[in-house]
């Protein structure tokens, strides 16, 4: 993905704070984006945002299906970008666990996760969080200004992004091949599973902190995204049921 795409994905995954309220009750899970609550075929609703992105990329497809007895959400990407994005608070220290199942029906074959050319994967699941810029370093907080000054000032100062990657091993962290506030993690590796769902387990909160080496702000937002745009190649991935959970 270009670095003007990466930019606008990231402006889109800050939004204004709501959602959660503080009463919620902090012992129940919740839902990020419940597909299996949906009807196949229908459209998404209102609070899972479609996003495309600039510079004349195709648009990854994608739709809800039934598969196995319940509604999914199917991604089709043929050298295409974009992703379905939800809109949310959570405290990460109440519910830092998150959990989803996604099923890759082949991986890219030319992805890197060291390399721009190759940062491309058939899932991802971005996390994203927006803390304060003073507490950046100067030359982080100069870059971030930068990108809002183009984009935004709803720019976030921080994502995960949980990756299948066909190469390197699970759990490896790395920076973003665009920018090190994108931290990509490999939450799944290799293709021994490819065509099976596959259950994923990540506390956020932990994550955060390999990842930035600070502690983590509050939560402000999911993204599926399954992308090929960079490599040319043609995927289909499915998207089961996300949700943040206590420790």
């Known amino acids: 993905m270009n670095p003007g795409r990466?930019?606008?994905?990231?402006?889109?995954?800050?939004?204004p704070l709501a959602g959660l309220g503080q009463g919620a009750s902090?012992?129940?899970?919740?839902?990020a984006m419940r597909f299996s609550?949906?009807?196949?075929?229908?459209?998404?609703?209102?609070?899972l945002r479609a996003?495309?992105?600039?510079?004349?990329?195709?648009?990854?497809?994608?739709?809800?299906?039934?598969?196995?007895?319940?509604v999914v959400l199917r991604a089709d990407a043929e050298a295409s970008a974009s992703g379905i994005a939800r809109e949310m608070v959570v405290d990460s220290r109440t519910h830092p666990i998150l959990e989803w199942r996604w099923k890759a029906m082949r991986l890219v074959e030319r992805g890197d996760l060291n390399a721009k050319a190759g940062d491309d994967y058939a899932a991802r699941v971005y996390v994203t969080f927006d803390l304060d810029s003073a507490r950046l370093p100067a030359g982080d907080r100069m870059k971030?200004?930068?990108?809002?000054?183009?984009?935004?000032?709803?720019?976030?100062?921080?994502?995960?992004?949980?990756v299948w990657d066909r190469?390197?091993?699970r759990d490896t962290f790395a920076a973003n091949a665009y920018t090190d506030r994108v931290r990509m993690i490999v939450a799944e590796s290799g293709a021994g599973r490819v065509g099976q769902w596959v259950g994923i387990r990540r506390n956020v909160r932990e994550d955060y902190r390999r990842a930035f080496g600070?502690?983590?702000?509050s939560i402000s937002g999911v993204i599926v995204s399954s992308d090929t745009d960079n490599t040319g190649e043609s995927i289909v991935a499915y998207y089961g049921d996300l949700s943040f959970g206590p420790p």
């Open 6 to 15: 990466r930019a606008l994905l990231l402006s889109g995954l800050a939004w």
């Open 26 to 31: 902090q012992a129940t899970r919740i839902d």
């Open 37 to 47: 609550a949906m009807k196949a075929g229908e459209p998404l609703p209102g609070d």
């Open 51 to 70: 996003w495309a992105f600039a510079g004349g990329t195709r648009p990854t497809r994608f739709a809800l299906v039934a598969d196995g007895g319940t």
């Open 144 to 162: 971030l200004a930068m990108a809002r000054l183009v984009h935004g000032d709803k720019v976030p100062s921080a994502a995960l992004c949980y």
């Open 167 to 169: 190469n390197a091993a």
């Open 214 to 217: 600070e502690e983590p702000p």
